[in-house]
């Protein structure tokens, strides 16, 4: 309710000012121009950002997950699954050597290892959470899994493993453009619908984005057991597990906090990252394979050009995909998007609503503003040191907390 009346003072304030706030933050840049952005332009009243280190030491961190109780679960990528408990204590729950549950099947490779982690939904009462991760229970090939599991009220140790999706495309072997365990996907999270949004990788296989019988390239809706959610719409003969399809390698997710449709930040091949509201059955328009006439390493054009003209492959291509959904943000210079999520609460000022995009390689948190019918309407670069960010939740107390590649876990206040 609070969030609903944030919103409505919100949009009075807009009405009232004409749409224009005053832009106070010195780090704000215009936005990238976009098929669907708005006519609107409105920029960012940015609070000031407070920083401290959270977490250090940490190998790797790639997702966080609050409990109603206080905790924050977390993974590291090639360690495992952790916990940081109300009162501070840490300890490793399930992973590689030292974990209270060893997970044998768990190997780090190249970009995967343990990745995403969320609990669900009825956490208080079921102790139950979810992570992704890449396994060898399943051989020639490997593959990545959505594994679920509880665990106990003092956090110590991880019980009742059952894994829920055990067919995610995995990249087994090197190839030209990279050694194996490439573009793996690995955010998990639920919706307001109450399933499960589970993002793959196109493991540089030009024919997995487009294949509607195999989970690479795609974001996949599920229910608590695995089972495709109703209303996927999957085109037919599709696999019914399959949300959105046509992606290359889906690292954010997140949902619009007052519509609830989901959007996705994807990393782009040296050029076009893109920001993309989904919708149920749709196609992102990435399609790596050589078209005829046209030869790639490995079949896979996914750095180069698919297509007689030389062009480069397009992250969604028009061309050959008329309704294919449409990025409300591209940044032409591929800049590494990751992770992203919504900011919400009235002490975000102009960024609440705002989707927080991680930039990897860029090294910087950008906030999106989007209008009402969710174009992009301003961009805000975090005043924030530079570096590779790989986890972006807003936590119970309203702040963010963001994890970096280089082992540590911030937390961000608004003021
Ligand atoms: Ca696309």
Redesign the pocket.
């Known amino acids: 309710m609070q969030r609903k009346f944030s919103l409505f003072i919100s949009i009075l304030i807009l009405v009232a000012t004409g749409g224009c706030f005053q832009n106070r933050s010195p780090h704000a840049q215009e936005a990238e121009k976009s098929p669907n952005q708005g006519d609107q332009e409105t920029s960012l009243a940015a609070p000031t950002l407070v920083r401290t280190d959270f977490m250090s030491g940490l190998n790797r961190p790639w997702d966080m997950a609050f409990t109603p109780d206080g905790a924050m679960l977390f993974t590291e990528k090639c360690r495992g699954l952790s916990v940081r408990r109300a009162n501070g204590s840490v300890a490793r729950l399930f992973g590689t050597t030292s974990s209270a549950v060893i997970a044998s099947d768990l190997f780090c490779e190249g970009q995967s290892g343990m990745h995403g982690v969320t609990i669900d939904p009825d956490f208080s009462s079921n102790r139950t959470l979810y992570v992704y991760m890449s396994s060898n229970l399943s051989t020639n090939p490997r593959t990545n899994r959505v594994v679920r599991l509880t665990v106990d009220s003092g956090y110590t140790a991880v019980a009742n493993r059952l894994d829920i999706i055990t067919d995610i495309f995995y990249k087994d072997v090197g190839n030209s453009w990279s050694s194996a365990g490439a573009h793996s996907g690995g955010r998990i999270r639920f919706g307001p619908d109450g399933f499960l949004y589970v993002t793959t990788g196109d493991n540089h296989n030009g024919f997995l984005p487009q294949d509607l019988t195999k989970l690479g390239g795609k974001v996949l809706r599920v229910d608590r057991h695995g089972n495709a959610a109703p209303s996927n719409h999957t085109p037919a003969g599709g696999d019914a597990r399959i949300f959105t399809y046509?992606?290359r390698n889906v690292q954010g997710i997140a949902f619009h906090p007052t519509t609830g449709q989901p959007y996705i930040a994807?990393h782009g091949p040296g050029h076009s990252d893109?920001v993309?509201p989904l919708t149920a059955g749709g196609n992102?328009?990435?399609d790596p394979k050589p078209e005829a006439g046209v030869s790639c390493a490995d079949d896979y054009c996914g750095y180069i050009s698919n297509k007689p003209d030389g062009t480069p492959t397009p992250?969604?291509d028009t061309t050959k995909f008329p309704n294919?959904?449409q990025?409300i943000l591209v940044l032409n210079d591929s800049q590494g998007m990751g992770p992203c999520t919504f900011l919400t609460g009235s002490q975000w000022k102009g960024w609440n609503g705002g989707l927080v995009v991680g930039i990897m390689a860029a090294r910087r948190l950008d906030v999106l503003q989007l209008d009402r019918r969710g174009a992009l309407v301003g961009t805000t670069t975090a005043d924030l040191p530079a570096e590779r960010t790989r986890s972006v939740v807003q936590g119970p107390d309203g702040n963010l907390y963001v994890a970096t590649d280089g082992g540590k876990i911030w937390r961000v206040t608004p003021q």
Do not use: L
Request: glycine share 24%; proline share 8%.
């Open positions: 046509g992606h994807e893109e993309t992102g328009g990435w992250m969604t294919a959904m990025p």
